[in-house]
């Protein structure tokens, strides 16, 4: 086994990112972890539900023993074994509305590279759309399109969605473990070929709310990208009441997302709650996909840190254009605890600047993966 890395939870952002990130790459490596100031850039520092049920969920992918492992912990320790050859289904339950995709992004990767030519299930609980949280949308329509071009798929199914603060949302995830994850070249933008959405509400939350929530991401986008010489494409936005027998609780939101001529994918997403933000839902949203489309990017800002850790795992150098913006913070994030973690191996990201938009640089992110191969998927 290799040798312990401590790790400062207290790096870049702070949050829960550095723990996730951290634990996956201890799973595939082997490498044991010591983890001090977990969450201390959060109002409520240390484990939240959601954040112990990742611990956990990893620990049973790789055998690992664990200390430190309860709520509010700030120190913790993972000492991780080979990867499960045995378990097919691996379940996490945060009994609470923590965000279910975050579950998601610790437990992928892992799951890709199980020693086992089976199925990988996940059965994952909690919130479906909460605040501070990927919605399971943009883990369905933007990552997993993403994640194919890296050469990998899952397959889901959304039994009931859960809002917050109920939460009680149950995702399935089926994996195909993979031999190894592909380089990618994502440096085109090209132009948008269209947008689509679904703009819900659930429980007592009066069908209206939907249609001003869609209403509002069509005019902001149209106005938006006229005024910025961009041709608007065909905009459909869904607008419906989700049914009872699947949807836990009362809630609101609007997930939309663009394609563009040459395969990019962009999402954005807006969510109403009982204490309204500064921004109404479809406004958000609609801000949301301007952003990349506005800044040259090939990704949105919240695929720009999922993103690492399979770039760190694949086989090749990628390179990834993330305009005119450069990098955000959960970004830089992912980078250093990547870099951390697979130092022995070499890893290093680099911006590149590659070409100038208006007034503004283009940065392209460039990674020599670590090639990691799963020895039993042939």
Same mark, same amino acid.
């Given at each position: 086994?290799?040798?312990?890395?401590?790790?400062?939870?207290?790096?870049?952002?702070?949050?829960?990112?550095?723990?996730?990130?951290?634990?996956?790459?201890?799973?595939?490596?082997?490498?044991?972890?010591e983890?001090?100031?977990?969450?201390?850039?959060?109002?409520?520092?240390?484990?939240?539900?959601?954040?112990?049920?990742?611990?956990?969920?990893?620990?049973?992918?790789?055998?690992?023993?664990?200390?430190g492992?309860?709520?509010?912990?700030?120190?913790?320790?993972?000492y991780?074994?080979?990867?499960?050859?045995y378990?097919?289904?691996?379940?996490?339950?945060?009994?609470?509305?923590?965000?279910?995709?975050?579950?998601?992004?610790?437990?992928?990767?892992?799951?890709?590279?199980?020693?086992q030519?089976?199925?990988?299930?996940?059965?994952?609980?909690?919130?479906?759309?909460?605040?501070?949280?990927?919605h399971?949308?943009?883990?369905?329509?933007?990552?997993?399109?993403?994640?194919?071009?890296?050469g990998?798929?899952?397959?889901?199914?959304?039994?009931?969605?859960?809002?917050?603060?109920?939460?009680?949302?149950?995702?399935?995830?089926?994996?195909?473990?993979?031999?190894?994850?592909?380089?990618?070249?994502?440096?085109?933008?090209?132009?948008?070929?269209?947008?689509?959405?679904?703009?819900?509400?659930?429980?007592?939350?009066? %069908?209206?709310?939907?249609?001003?929530?869609?209403?509002?991401?069509?005019?902001?986008?149209?106005?938006?990208?006229?005024?910025?010489?961009?041709?608007?494409?065909?905009?459909?936005?869904?607008?419906?009441?989700?049914?009872?027998?699947?949807?836990?609780?009362?809630?609101?939101?609007?997930?939309?997302?663009?394609?563009?001529?040459?395969?990019? %994918?962009?999402?954005?997403?807006?969510?109403?709650?009982?204490?309204?933000?500064? %921004?109404?839902?479809?406004?958000?949203?609609?801000?949301?996909?301007?952003?990349?489309?506005?800044?040259n990017?090939?990704?949105?800002?919240?695929?720009?840190?999922?993103?690492?850790?399979?770039?760190?795992?694949?086989?090749?150098?990628?390179?990834?254009?993330?305009?005119s913006k450069?990098?955000?913070?959960?970004?830089?994030t992912? %980078?250093?605890?990547?870099?951390?973690?697979?130092?022995?191996?070499?890893?290093?990201?680099?911006?590149?600047?590659?070409?100038?938009?208006?007034?503004?640089?283009?940065?392209?992110?460039?990674?020599?993966?670590?090639?990691?191969?799963n020895?039993?998927?042939?």
């Amino acid at each position: 086994m290799a040798s312990l890395i401590k790790i400062d939870g207290s790096l870049g952002e702070g949050g829960g990112q550095v723990l996730r990130i951290a634990l996956s790459l201890s799973a595939l490596y082997e490498i044991p972890i010591e983890i001090n100031n977990i969450r201390a850039g959060r109002a409520k520092p240390g484990l939240a539900a959601q954040h112990l049920k990742g611990v956990e969920l990893v620990k049973k992918m790789c055998n690992a023993e664990v200390s430190g492992a309860y709520i509010g912990s700030t120190h913790l320790e993972f000492y991780p074994k080979s990867l499960n050859k045995y378990e097919h289904e691996f379940e996490a339950d945060t009994q609470t509305a923590g965000c279910i995709c975050l579950l998601a992004q610790v437990a992928l990767p892992c799951a890709l590279f199980l020693p086992q030519k089976s199925d990988i299930i996940l059965v994952l609980k909690g919130g479906t759309n909460v605040p501070m949280g990927p919605h399971i949308e943009y883990l369905t329509e933007v990552m997993r399109p993403i994640l194919n071009k890296f050469g990998a798929d899952f397959d889901f199914v959304v039994l009931k969605r859960g809002y917050y603060p109920k939460g009680k949302g149950i995702v399935h995830l089926r994996i195909k473990p993979i031999r190894n994850l592909n380089a990618v070249q994502i440096t085109d933008p090209g132009i948008p070929r269209g947008i689509s959405g679904w703009a819900y509400v659930a429980g007592s939350i009066n %069908i209206n709310e939907a249609y001003k929530m869609a209403g509002d991401a069509k005019t902001i986008l149209t106005k938006e990208l006229s005024k910025n010489n961009i041709q608007v494409p065909a905009i459909n936005i869904e607008s419906y009441r989700e049914d009872r027998g699947v949807a836990v609780g009362h809630g609101s939101g609007i997930n939309i997302v663009c394609s563009t001529t040459t395969g990019c %994918i962009f999402g954005g997403s807006g969510l109403d709650t009982v204490h309204k933000g500064p %921004i109404f839902p479809g406004v958000n949203a609609a801000n949301e996909i301007l952003e990349p489309l506005l800044a040259n990017s090939c990704i949105d800002e919240h695929t720009q840190d999922q993103i690492i850790i399979f770039m760190a795992l694949a086989r090749g150098i990628s390179r990834v254009r993330v305009g005119s913006k450069k990098l955000t913070l959960h970004t830089e994030t992912a %980078i250093k605890i990547a870099e951390i973690m697979l130092a022995s191996r070499g890893l290093h990201f680099r911006l590149v600047e590659n070409e100038s938009v208006g007034d503004s640089p283009s940065y392209i992110l460039e990674c020599e993966g670590c090639g990691l191969i799963n020895n039993f998927v042939k």
